[in-house]
Structures are given as structure tokens and as C-alpha cells.
T-cell receptor
Framework: KAGVTQTPRYLIKTRGQQVTLSCSPI?????VSWYQQTPGQGLQFLFE???????NKGNFPGRFSGRQFSNSRSEMNVSTLELGDSALYLC?????????????FGPGTRLTVL | GENVEQHPSTLSVQEGDSAVIKCTYS??????FPWYKQELGKGPQLIID?????GEKKDQRIAVTLNKTAKHFSLHITETQPEDSAVYFC??????????FGAGTTVTVRA
């Protein structure tokens, strides 16, 4: 079974631009979560989507948004990029079994904002 | 919300020795505790997990223990090998569809 895929793997943008990242979950998984990873803040939860609906949201400004399509693929958008948005953005495919949520991560998209 | 603390932040061990990483959590409603290993340039990989109704779980050279009363859980790696060098993250989950992560432990196995 193929794992979580994320595209692109690397991005370089300048301040003020916007960016869209894509994530395809493991086949059959209907939930996708997004995390931001930085050296200073560690892994921070952005949001989670299930069946095209945002089910949970972290403490990030409105510049960070996402959506999920009917095939469970998800996109994350960051508008008006700031230098501090430079990070590794991770997508996790989530499956709930016996009341427990197991998450499997993709390789991430490395975003650099200049 | 859930707060997960992880110690130590760095750990250097001699090949063949054991490594132990400890985490504490704040929310007694958390019921699932996965551990992830992240190698350079890759996403975190789930290596072992434990549910709140279990006290210990072992998978070859790695084991995890959970003390619900004290709200702490630990990762044990025995007979460490160079390929165990990575960053390890603990996490806690409490049925709200998101994981709360510890800050990570950088493990270096010296040959």
C-alpha cells in the first residue's frame, strides 16, 4: 500500500507571495492532518480534515487555510507569506481504529521564504 | 489543551548500550501514546505506540512503558545501533483528532 505523498517536496517563495501544498493520504484513509515543523517550535498542529470538512484547527492565523477533496486529497494554502513561515510542512494520513487515531506522516514539503 | 514534555533533548550513547527517553503529559483524558522516529530529510515514522489500557509494549529492540497514574511514558531502545541515530518524538492523543507532540530527542549512537 502506498504511503502518504506530498508535493512539491521543496519550495522557495518570497515574502508576500502565497503557496499551495498538496497531500494525498494512504488509500482508504479519509482524514488528513497538517503540521508545521520548525526548529524552535517543534511540531505544531495546523488543522485536520475529514470527508471534506475541517474537523479541528490549531492556533494559526487565518493566512493558513486548507481544504479536502472528495477523493480525500488535501491542499494547504498560506497567503501573504512571512519569513517565519519557513518550515517543514507535514501531512499525516489518519485512521481511527477501536477509538484510537493512528497517524502516518508524509515526507513533508520544505518551504523557504526569502 | 494537552501539554507533552520530553526529556532529554539530546542523548548520546555508545553502540550496544540502551537509550531511554521520557515524556509526561498533562491531560488524563489522553488515551493513545505513539512514538515517532524522524531521520534527516524525512517525515516522522511511527515506530511503536501504546494505548492507555496497556502498561508495557515491546517490539524487538524497542519498548514503551506507560504509567497512567503519574502521567508519564517512556521509550526504551536496547542494543543501540548506528541506524538508531535520529530524532525521536513522543505524542499524546485524546480523541480530538490531533496529536500533541513533545519537543523531540536527538539520539546519537557512537560507533
Amino acid at each position: 500500500k502506498a504511503g502518504v505523498t506530498q508535493t512539491p517536496r521543496y519550495l522557495i517563495k518570497t515574502r508576500g507571495q502565497q503557496v499551495t501544498l498538496s497531500c494525498s493520504p494512504i488509500s482508504g484513509h479519509r482524514s488528513v492532518s497538517w503540521y508545521q515543523q520548525t526548529p524552535g517550535q517543534g511540531l505544531q498542529f495546523l488543522f485536520e480534515y475529514f470527508s471534506e470538512t475541517q474537523r479541528n484547527k490549531g492556533n494559526f492565523p487565518g493566512r493558513f487555510s486548507g481544504r479536502q477533496f472528495s477523493n480525500s486529497r488535501s491542499e494547504m494554502n498560506v497567503s501573504t507569506l512571512e519569513l517565519g513561515d519557513s518550515a517543514l510542512y507535514l501531512c499525516a494520513s489518519f485512521i481511527r481504529t477501536s477509538g484510537i487515531g493512528e497517524q502516518f506522516f508524509g515526507p513533508g514539503t520544505r518551504l523557504t521564504v526569502l | 489543551g494537552e501539554n507533552v514534555e520530553q526529556h532529554p533533548s539530546t542523548l548520546s550513547v555508545q553502540e550496544g548500550d540502551s537509550a531511554v527517553i521520557k515524556c509526561t503529559y498533562s491531560d488524563s483524558a489522553s488515551n493513545y501514546f505513539p512514538w515517532y522516529k524522524q531521520e534527516l530529510g524525512k517525515g516522522p515514522q511511527l515506530i511503536i505506540d501504546i494505548r492507555s489500557n496497556v502498561g508495557e509494549k515491546k517490539d524487538q529492540r524497542i519498548a514503551v512503558t506507560l504509567n497512567k497514574t503519574a502521567k508519564h511514558f517512556s521509550l526504551h531502545i536496547t542494543e543501540t545501533q548506528p541506524e538508531d541515530s535520529a530524532v525521536y518524538f513522543c505524542a499524546a492523543y485524546r480523541n480530538d483528532y490531533k496529536l500533541s507532540f513533545g519537543a523531540g530527542t536527538t539520539v546519537t549512537v557512537r560507533a
